[in-house]
C-alpha cells in the first residue's frame, strides 16, 4: 500500500501554514489517567512541570474526584513559558464515573424510569459511557457547571470530547445522512453541536477571555464559518494509522480536506496517534510533519506523556 505518501502531501502546502503561526504550540501532552502518570499528585505536578510540552490537556479532575488546585497549574505553567494547560470534558457523552452521575439511572446496562430524558444507551466501545442528547437544557446545565468549576481552579481553557457525537444521531434506520435534522429542535444535529460548543466558549470566556476552546475530533464543522472563529485549534484522532493498521484512504482524504479551512484561518491541529508498532509510529510522525500538523504519538489510555512534535 504505497499510497499514503503521495495522498499525505496533495494538502501540504496548505497545512504547512499551521506550523508558522506565532502562538501555535510545537507539542502538546493529553494525559487522563494522572493518577498511572505518578504516584502523587506533587509527583504528577512535578513531572508535568519538566515535561516540556507546550500545551498539555488533562482531565478536569486527578483520579475523578481529586480536584486540580490553582496552585497546582500554576505550578505545571511555571515550567515552560507560555506553556498552556487546558481541561478535558466530554460534552457529548455522560460518564458514570462523574459527579454528576447517579447510580439508580442505569441497571444492568440499561436505563431506568429514573433516568433523565437526555441519557441514551451505552457506548458499546467504552463501558460507562452513554449517549446523550447534547442539546437538552439540563444535560447542558451539568456540563455548563463543569466548565465553571474547571476555569475557576485556573484552567487555561477546555478540550472537549464526543463534538463528533451527532454523527450517532445522523446514523438511523434509513442510513447515513448528513445534515440530518434533529426534530426536537427543527435544524439539524449539527448545528446543534455548533451552537452547544459556541455557548461552551461563551461560558469559559466568561471567565477568561482569552481561554483556548479545542474540540476532538467532529472536523466536518469545521465547514461552518462561525465554528471556525470560535476554536483556537483542532483535537482529531486516528488520522493515518489505528492501532495495526492503515486508516482507509478516503477517511484520511476526507479529514485533511477539512482541514484546509483550518489551514486559511491558521489555527493548528493537534493530531492524536495510537499506533501500536515501530513502523506505525514512524510513520503517524512523517505524515503529520509533512501536513504541518502538531502530532502525539501516545497510548490510547492516555497514562503517559508520548512523544509529541510538529
Given amino acids: 500500500m504505497n499510497f499514503l505518501p503521495f495522498r499525505a502531501t496533495v494538502l501540504t502546502f496548505m497545512l504547512a501554514h499551521f506550523a508558522h503561526a506565532e502562538s501555535n504550540p510545537a507539542s502538546f501532552a493529553y494525559i487522563l489517567q494522572a493518577d498511572s502518570f505518578a504516584q502523587t499528585k506533587p509527583a504528577v505536578v512535578a513531572k508535568l512541570k519538566e515535561s516540556g510540552r507546550d500545551w498539555i490537556v488533562l482531565d478536569a479532575t486527578l483520579a475523578g474526584d481529586t480536584p486540580w488546585e490553582q496552585a497546582d497549574l500554576d505550578t505545571i505553567?511555571?515550567?515552560?513559558?507560555?506553556?498552556?494547560?487546558?481541561?478535558?470534558?466530554?460534552?457529548?457523552?455522560?460518564?458514570?464515573?462523574?459527579?454528576?452521575?447517579?447510580?439508580?439511572?442505569?441497571?444492568?446496562?440499561?436505563?431506568?424510569?429514573?433516568?433523565?430524558?437526555?441519557?441514551?444507551?451505552?457506548?458499546?466501545?467504552?463501558?460507562?459511557?452513554?449517549?446523550?442528547?447534547?442539546?437538552?437544557?439540563?444535560?447542558?446545565?451539568?456540563?455548563?457547571?463543569a466548565i465553571d468549576d474547571a476555569m475557576a481552579r485556573g484552567f487555561d481553557g477546555v478540550y472537549l470530547d464526543i463534538v463528533d457525537g451527532f454523527q450517532t444521531y445522523e446514523q438511523e434506520a434509513d442510513g447515513y445522512l448528513d445534515d440530518r435534522m434533529n426534530p426536537e429542535t427543527k435544524q439539524t444535529y449539527r448545528r446543534d453541536m455548533l451552537d452547544w460548543v459556541k455557548a461552551i466558549a461563551a461560558r469559559a470566556r466568561a471567565k477568561n477571555p482569552a481561554a483556548l476552546v479545542i474540540p476532538q475530533n467532529g472536523s466536518q464543522l469545521v465547514a461552518d464559518k462561525e465554528f471556525v472563529e470560535v476554536i483556537n485549534a483542532q483535537g482529531i484522532e486516528d488520522l493515518f494509522t489505528?492501532?495495526?493498521?492503515?486508516?482507509?484512504?478516503?477517511?484520511?482524504?476526507?479529514?485533511?480536506?477539512?482541514?484546509?479551512?483550518?489551514?486559511?484561518?491558521?489555527?493548528?491541529?493537534?493530531?492524536?496517534?495510537?499506533?501500536?508498532?515501530?513502523?506505525?509510529?514512524?510513520?503517524?510522525?512523517?505524515?503529520?510533519?509533512?501536513?504541518?500538523?502538531?502530532?502525539?504519538?501516545?497510548?490510547?489510555?492516555?497514562?503517559?506523556?508520548?512523544?509529541?512534535?510538529?
Fill in 242 to 310: 489505528n492501532g495495526k493498521n492503515l486508516q482507509p484512504a478516503s477517511y484520511t482524504d476526507e479529514i485533511l480536506g477539512h482541514l484546509k479551512t483550518l489551514a486559511l484561518a491558521k489555527k493548528p491541529v493537534l493530531l492524536v496517534e495510537y499506533p501500536k508498532t515501530p513502523e506505525r509510529q514512524a510513520l503517524s510522525k512523517k505524515l503529520a510533519k509533512e501536513n504541518g500538523l502538531v502530532w502525539l504519538v501516545t497510548d490510547r489510555q492516555l497514562k503517559t506523556l508520548g512523544e509529541s512534535g510538529k
Fill in 77 to 145: 505553567r511555571s515550567g515552560k513559558a507560555g506553556r498552556k494547560v487546558v481541561a478535558y470534558l466530554s460534552i457529548g457523552e455522560a460518564e458514570d464515573y462523574r459527579p454528576y452521575w447517579q447510580s439508580e439511572w442505569v441497571s444492568n446496562g440499561k436505563r431506568t424510569a429514573t433516568a433523565p430524558v437526555w441519557l441514551g444507551i451505552e457506548n458499546p466501545e467504552w463501558k460507562g459511557n452513554y449517549q446523550v442528547k447534547y442539546w437538552d437544557a439540563d444535560w447542558q446545565k451539568l456540563m455548563l457547571a
